[in-house]
């Protein structure tokens, strides 16, 4: 399927009429915040009957959620060995397998019937920026047999067929995680949501807000709501009345182009299909429109406008990906996202009737899906699945001191990955340099009639390569593979 990601939707175009709420109206859940989150708590809550009104500033997606990758597969941005030492081994697992079900609700919407030309793939490969080989068995055992998560593990070899670099060595392909166009996903699920019977209002801000009583009050400039449960979903937007919650995150804004097109030559150097990401969270990208590279990389925790870091994805891309040149960056975009301290986000009733659907940069699609699932069911049929995430608390992000203090975080993340890149790379052609020295002083012996000498100091030893049989078969399954599975 050809995926058109820059094409504008109907409603991108501003063909439909924007609606605000110029009325007083009762509903059972108001939802503040027309993004993933929000929508998705309205789409489901309206499939189990309940009269939904969703209240949004600006328009729909207009933010980080209309300005994303689309990429879904399981997880959460709190690393998994990270995960269990905080909370332990089978609360991990519950976490885990709630993460997988946000992803299948993902895929449950985004069929042709319900999202056309959504330009769904299917596919993620994660890599590492340094030799992880040990690290990385261990890591597939853990996923593969006590996480129930279908994986695979790349070696360096084949990491490096299907992207033509030498900045990746080893990865981690997970077969069942696809990806959409991200732009067109959240204009389809505010349709999925109004056809469930959900109100959507957007130009209308939240003035004020009493959630004291069984019938809470919303105060918007040109009318009031009235509704039994609100769900903030606004992320770091949620505006004056409800700042002490929006400080309990860090905004982080996260930046990506879209190059030009590059002709044959993008897939001769980048022949996996799928997204791709480092295991730092650093760069992210994948091929869209047949032949152009969508990359995303620079982030700040100020927000800047998109064209200032057109430069910055180009040399980032010709830093990885030398062969494709100077490459044309004919699109920019970009969005702000709420990053909790803990790392993961922010799901739960603050108090009786007060639901909180937050926190969700570099968590992923699926967990915000996740999240309107896990809401919906707890107001309507009383599930409490949602408590898991009672340990990760809302804690204060540290205001402009936190801001600061991110960006050189983040900054010294960034300088640590790519030294670490470095050294490692530097490693690998030293290996490389002895084994030619010591295949040279084999056959100066071999030539001289003398025996072996003793192997120079430093020099590991080498492992034996694969049986030709093997090694033909390895070759032809990733070609097989691409070819079945063509987030």
Not at 9 to 35: K, N, T
Not at 44 to 50: C, I, N, P, V
Not at 107 to 131: C, F
Not at 234 to 261: C, E, F, M, Q
């Amino acid at each position: 399927m050809s995926e058109t990601f820059t094409s504008a939707s109907q409603e991108e175009a501003g063909l439909r009429e924007r609606v605000r709420l110029s009325f007083d109206l009762d509903a059972d859940i108001c939802v503040i915040g027309a993004g993933l989150a929000g929508l998705s708590v309205a789409l489901e809550a309206a499939r189990l009957g309940a009269s939904v009104a969703v209240l949004e500033g600006r328009h729909i997606g207009w933010n980080a959620s209309g300005n994303q990758l689309g990429t879904v597969m399981p997880g959460f941005a709190l690393p998994l060995t990270d995960l269990i030492e905080r909370i332990g081994f089978e609360d991990a697992r519950e976490l885990w397998g709630l993460s997988k079900e946000g992803a299948e609700l993902v895929r449950a919407n985004v069929t042709e019937e319900n999202m056309p030309d959504i330009g769904l793939t299917k596919g993620v490969l994660e890599v590492s920026n340094v030799d992880a080989g040990d690290r990385l068995i261990s890591r597939l055992q853990m996923l593969y047999e006590d996480f129930d998560t279908e994986v695979e593990g790349w070696q360096v070899d084949r990491v490096r067929a299907a992207l033509k670099t030498d900045r990746y060595f080893h990865g981690v392909y997970y077969p069942k995680a696809f990806q959409v166009d991200g732009r067109k996903y959240v204009h389809g699920l505010a349709a999925l949501a109004r056809r469930a019977g959900a109100r959507i209002f957007e130009d209308t801000p939240v003035v004020s807000i009493d959630h004291s009583g069984i019938r809470k009050r919303i105060v918007t400039p040109s009318a009031r709501l009235r509704a039994s449960h609100i769900v903030l979903a606004g992320n770091i937007h949620l505006g004056a009345p409800l700042r002490r919650l929006s400080d309990t995150l860090l905004p982080v804004s996260r930046y990506a182009g879209i190059t030009a097109p590059l002709g044959e030559r993008v897939h001769d150097i980048i022949r996996f299909k799928g997204s791709v990401m480092d295991d730092d969270g650093v760069d992210h990208f994948r091929i869209v429109d047949g032949d152009r590279l969508m990359w995303e990389s620079p982030e700040t925790t100020w927000a800047a406008r998109p064209q200032r870091f057109a430069g910055s994805v180009k040399r980032r891309i010709r830093s990885i990906f030398p062969e494709l040149g100077n490459v044309e960056i004919s699109e920019t975009f970009g969005g702000a996202t709420g990053q909790t301290v803990h790392g993961m986000p922010q799901i739960g009733q603050l108090r009786k009737g007060l639901w909180v659907a937050s926190g969700f940069g570099r968590q992923g699609m699926n967990t915000s899906a996740m999240a309107g699932q896990l809401i919906a069911r707890s107001i309507l049929w009383g599930e409490e699945r949602w408590k898991l995430f009672a340990p990760f608390e809302l804690v204060w992000a540290g205001g402009t001191t936190g801001r600061v203090a991110g960006q050189l975080v983040g900054l010294w993340g960034r300088a640590s990955s790519s030294a670490a890149g470095t050294l490692a790379r530097y490693r690998e052609r030293a290996r490389v340099k002895d084994r030619e020295r010591e295949a040279r002083l084999a056959e100066a012996n071999r030539a001289a009639g003398t025996g072996p000498r003793h192997q120079p100091s430093g020099v590991r030893p080498r492992l034996a390569p694969a049986p030709p049989q093997a090694a033909a078969t390895e070759q032809a399954e990733p070609a097989a593979r691409e070819q079945g599975v063509s987030q």
